[in-house]
């Protein structure tokens, strides 16, 4: 493990915290300790920081503060979409069909697999194309009457590829059917508005943006029924109980409100330096492969598949060289198999082991993109060396 400074290159894992989060968490960690339920000025005054993060992060989002349920990170989002969604649907009408994508996070697919395995639920996958992308009639052509929801990743986050939500969404909406997508990577690099996208549930989680870990958000439009999957008190307009981390919410809202703010010019930045990681990976280096779609990508986003090469043993090499990257899904780091979502897209095992992602972000520069270029071709070689040895 490289203990010095190595240039951070592995954003879509988590992003550092903004100073500014910081600072506006600052208080609520110490004299602003209330808890926002109490009457008394201590609660009110950590009331009223609760819903003033409700409202930034309402605004940013084009939707209404009491759309805005705050959780615990973006598994926990994930994970109440899903099962609050399904639980509803079953309730109102016996419904017990869930679509979903061979190419979600864990988080989502996962509960979808605990939804059918304990609770009877029917799960189908939607085909994804080479780029890991729903086409809207295949959607369109696998709905039923008794679907309970739907749920598609917007950004996905080993390979970049976006997928087409508004058109999704409307799909769903014209048949008053549920539509969850899981926007986690699409917080820092795309602007998000609810009222175009169209979507009824959708996940954020505030440490890809620059708050902190372990706190998020589930947005659940208004008249869209889910059932509080952790029960207690009346927190969260019913829909997630548990004392809000205050502290925590005013970062994210924070980082969500500056990070928003500045999203074009991040996006005109980054997706120039991306298209130069991909222009000079691929020319420079011989059996490399794009993953994902090569436009309809996130701004930050590089991932590549290079045959006859052990991911992990590169991702060693490029951590000694002081290079902090991925293989792709953080939660897969360690595991010698390809991910499900290179399977998915139909990579051979020679090809999906040797992956690698890159990701960008604020404090990204030009520089360290250039020191990176000038490595990875020879750590590349080095690495194919090592298979024939
Ligand atoms: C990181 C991530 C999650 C999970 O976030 P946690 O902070 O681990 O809860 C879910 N979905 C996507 C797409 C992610 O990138």
Redesign the pocket.
């Known amino acids: 493990m490289n203990t010095q400074r190595s240039i951070y290159l592995d954003y879509?894992a988590t992003a550092p915290l903004l100073p500014e989060a910081r600072e506006a968490m600052q208080p609520f960690l110490e004299a602003e300790f209330g808890n926002p339920s109490s009457v008394h000025g201590h609660g009110q005054r950590a009331e009223a920081a609760l819903e003033s993060a409700r409202e930034t992060m309402a605004r940013h989002l084009n939707a209404s503060p009491r759309e805005v349920v705050f959780t615990s990170?973006?598994?926990?989002s994930?994970n109440l979409a899903l099962r609050g969604a399904a639980w509803a649907a079953y309730r109102q009408s016996g419904a017990r069909h869930i679509l979903t994508t061979p190419v979600e996070?864990d988080?989502v697919s996962q509960t979808a697999e605990q939804l059918a395995a304990l609770h009877d639920f029917e799960l189908e996958y939607l085909p994804v194309d080479e780029y890991g992308r729903v086409a809207p009639a295949d959607l369109a052509a696998r709905l039923r009457p008794d679907t309970a929801l739907v749920s598609v990743?917007y950004a996905n986050?080993e390979i970049g590829t976006l997928n087409p939500i508004a058109e999704l969404a409307a799909i769903c909406r014209e048949r008053g059917l549920t539509f969850h997508t899981?926007a986690?990577?699409a917080g820092a690099h795309l602007a998000l508005d609810m009222q175009t996208l169209g979507v009824d549930l959708l996940?954020l989680?505030a440490?890809?943006f620059g708050g902190p870990?372990g706190v998020?958000i589930l947005y659940v439009r208004e008249g869209v029924e889910i059932i509080a999957t952790q029960t207690g008190g009346g927190h969260e307009g019913g829909q997630r109980a548990g004392t809000p981390n205050v502290a925590y919410i005013v970062g994210m809202a924070k980082a969500f409100d500056i990070t928003q703010a500045e999203i074009h010019q991040s996006i005109n930045r980054l997706s120039d330096w991306r298209d130069k990681i991909i222009e000079r990976v691929l020319d420079s280096i011989p059996d490399a492969k794009l993953t994902g779609h090569p436009r309809e990508r996130l701004a930050n986003h590089a991932s590549f598949v290079f045959k006859g090469v052990d991911g992990n043993a590169l991702l060693m090499l490029l951590d000694a060289a002081g290079f902090a990257c991925s293989s792709g899904s953080?939660c897969k780091t360690g595991d010698p198999e390809p991910s499900e979502v290179l399977n998915a897209l139909g990579f051979s095992h020679e090809w999906g082991l040797g992956s690698l992602r890159v990701t960008l972000g604020q404090q990204t520069t030009s520089d360290e993109i250039d020191a990176f270029l000038n490595t990875l071709p020879d750590l590349v070689d080095r690495c194919r060396a090592l298979e024939v040895a």
Do not use: S
Request: charged fraction near 25%; hydrophobic fraction near 30%; aromatic fraction near 0%.
């Open positions: 879509a990170g973006a598994t926990e994930d996070h988080a990743i986050n899981d986690v990577q996940t989680g440490h890809k870990k998020g953080a």
